[in-house]
């Protein structure tokens, strides 16, 4: 059965850093492109960064930019989010998914999505 499973996550000072990962099983990191999300309370879910590593791309998003690393291990079948220099503006449920090959900025395109996990950013 194909499940996506995240881990990581917590309750960081403003600054500090965080890295996420997102473990594939049932299926190869190969074949998918994996995104991550996040959603804010009371906002809309919004894409954060994306890896395919059949193109061997990432593609970030201005709010990754800078701050943020999307990486994949094929061997560990594995995707990381590392986050840095975290904000409180950052603090939201994250979401990693999966969509068969390529990155979409559509989140629609996304079949399988991982369970959540969150990241809350404080003093």
């Known amino acids: 059965q194909a499940q996506l499973a995240q881990s990581g996550g917590g309750l960081v000072q403003p600054g500090e850093s965080l890295k996420l990962s997102c473990s594939l099983s049932g299926f190869t990191l190969f074949d998918y492109a994996i995104a991550w999300f996040r959603q804010a309370p009371g906002k809309e879910r919004e894409r954060v960064s994306c890896?395919?590593?059949?193109?061997?791309?990432?593609f970030d998003t201005d709010i990754a930019k800078g701050r943020f690393t999307i990486s994949g291990d094929n061997a560990r079948n594995t995707v990381y989010l590392q986050m840095n220099n975290l904000d409180p503006e950052d603090t939201a449920v994250y979401y990693c998914?999966?969509?068969?090959?390529?990155?979409?900025?559509?989140?629609?395109?996304?079949?399988?999505w991982g369970q959540g996990t969150q990241v809350t950013i404080a003093a």
């Open positions: 998914a999966a969509s068969p090959g390529y990155c979409h900025y559509n989140e629609g395109a996304y079949e399988l």
């Open positions: 890896i395919s590593m059949k193109e061997g791309k990432t």
